[in-house]
């Protein structure tokens, strides 16, 4: 039995190249190691409660009249999923909260717009400047060199605090660069975030991924899950299967791999060279038993407590100065809609060394105290004071929790730095989709896994 293309993983890119594979009659297997797909976007029952791994919020919001062009009508087109199947629901408004100043944002820019004028008039005009030349900016370009986009932006704004309060959003959901962007990155986070805006999908992470398994299986594509990878077979510099953890080997005419530009490497001993990222996070979620109400919160805070807002891994276990609070049930639901049990959710940037060297009972005693201390910082930040008190439930994810998740090296939760952007690989039929090649977060991670496969294997 000789595939086409076995492609490695089934989280969202995998899962969009394999449909768009599979639409074009490609014979197609999507290997997973795991016993459930999803990847670094899952899900899990905890307590009777379906609950998210890793959804605060879909970016690219588009309403169902935006033309086929828009980036959101456009990704549906190619993975052959309606609009009322997806049915986005949009967020109420976000906050980007820093001290002194807060800037609200929704899917409607001339929030923004306004809000900026009002807190920072004499910038005005150079942010609308600056939103002019992203608009008319290239921005998908698979082959570009790393430039700075504060650099740019200050070219256009002479006011820190407010290049700080643009970047923070598009830094979180999107960079895996410390303390900066890459331009190109900055102006898809930019239209992707404030332009277009956030959404979640009608029936939540769960509907999204049947949706997407649904659309790969009915149109030829086969499955496998708890199927670990552990080898590449290579001849003549080019791959001609994979070899599973219980000794099959599945040959393939191509292997497309989403498991991490490292992590694949190592599956070809070490082909080609490819830095692990460094950026790590932590999130804890708090679902309360009954009070306080969330539902006057913002949809998204973004929040900064020092002065200087700093995007870098943290010599500490965890950066508290910085990160996202989300509150997954604050979109504008429908009546039949999965709506999330009501939560709040707090993601900070983690050291990842410091949690993969701790033994067992230290990690579990460590884990422990840095929960209490970002229940208190999202108690600081929402002014809801009594988190703990009225919890039904809290949990963890470390970068340990991701590890075993994903297989990432380092926990990094957007990979390498280095994005090779072609998916292409010095082994001429290995390709590269999802996090390491560049484009990032769920509604990146499917746009890489339709691109990647349309240039290199249709
Ligand atoms: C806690 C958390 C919250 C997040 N929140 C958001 C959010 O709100 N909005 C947003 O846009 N993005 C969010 N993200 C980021 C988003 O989830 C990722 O960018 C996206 O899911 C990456 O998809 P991927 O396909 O590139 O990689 P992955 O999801 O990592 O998929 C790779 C798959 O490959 C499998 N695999 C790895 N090695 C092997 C092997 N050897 N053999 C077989 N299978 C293998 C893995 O098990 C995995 O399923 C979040 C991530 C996390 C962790």
């Excluded at 939560?343 to 422990?368: D, I």
């Excluded at 809801?384 to 990094?412: H, Q, V, W, Y």
């Amino acid at each position: 039995m000789k595939y086409d293309c076995v492609i490695i993983g089934a989280g969202l890119s995998g899962l969009a190249a394999g449909i768009r594979l599979a639409r074009a009659g490609k014979k197609v297997c999507i290997c997973e190691r795991h016993a459930i797909i999803g990847g670094m976007n899952s899900y899990y029952m905890r307590e009777g409660l379906l609950l998210e791994t890793g959804l605060h919020a879909m970016t690219n919001f588009a309403p169902q009249s935006a033309p086929g062009s828009h980036p959101l009508p456009h990704l549906l087109h190619e993975l052959d999923i309606s609009y009322e199947e997806l049915a986005p629901r949009p967020q109420k408004f976000s906050l980007i909260s820093f001290p002194g100043v807060s800037l609200h944002f929704d899917n409607n820019f001339s929030t923004f717009k306004a809000d900026i004028a009002k807190h920072f008039p004499r910038q005005k005009d150079g942010f609308d400047k600056l939103t002019e030349v992203l608009k008319n900016y290239k921005d998908i370009r698979i082959q570009h060199k790393f430039h700075s986009a504060r650099k740019v932006i200050s070219h256009f704004i002479n006011d820190p605090l407010l290049e700080d309060m643009i970047l923070c959003p598009l830094m979180f959901y999107g960079s895996t660069t410390e303390d900066d962007m890459d331009f190109t990155q900055f102006t898809v986070m930019f239209k992707a975030i404030y332009e277009q805006g956030l959404f979640r999908p009608a029936q939540g992470i769960k509907g999204l991924l049947d949706l997407l398994r649904n659309k790969f299986t009915s149109n030829g594509g086969e499955l496998r899950l708890s199927t670990n990878i552990i080898k590449m077979e290579t001849a003549e510099c080019a791959v001609t299967g994979v070899h599973t953890a219980t000794g099959e080997f599945i040959e393939a005419k191509s292997v497309l791999s989403s498991a991490g530009a490292p992590e694949t490497s190592e599956m070809c001993r070490g082909a080609f060279k490819s830095e692990p990222g460094s950026l790590a996070f932590i999130e804890v979620l708090v679902i309360p038993r009954s009070e306080p109400d969330f539902s006057a919160m913002p949809t998204v805070t973004f929040f900064c407590r020092d002065r200087g807002f700093g995007y870098s891994a943290p010599q500490r276990p965890a950066d508290l100065t910085s990160g996202v609070i989300c509150f997954p049930d604050n979109f504008v639901f429908s009546e039949d809609d999965y709506i999330p049990p009501r939560m709040v959710r707090t993601t900070v940037l983690a050291n990842p060394h410091h949690w993969f060297k701790l033994p067992f009972a230290e990690y579990q005693q460590a884990k422990s105290e840095i929960t209490n201390k970002i229940i208190n910082v999202t108690e600081e930040v929402t002014g809801l004071n009594e988190l703990t008190s009225t919890a039904a439930m809290i949990d963890c994810f470390t970068p340990k929790t991701i590890e075993r998740f994903t297989g990432r090296i380092n926990r990094a939760l957007f990979g390498s730095p280095e994005m090779g952007r072609t998916g292409q690989t010095s082994i001429k039929n290995l390709y590269l989709c999802g996090t390491d090649q560049g484009f990032l977060g769920i509604t990146g991670s499917l746009f890489s896994g339709i691109s990647i496969a349309e240039l290199n294997l249709l």
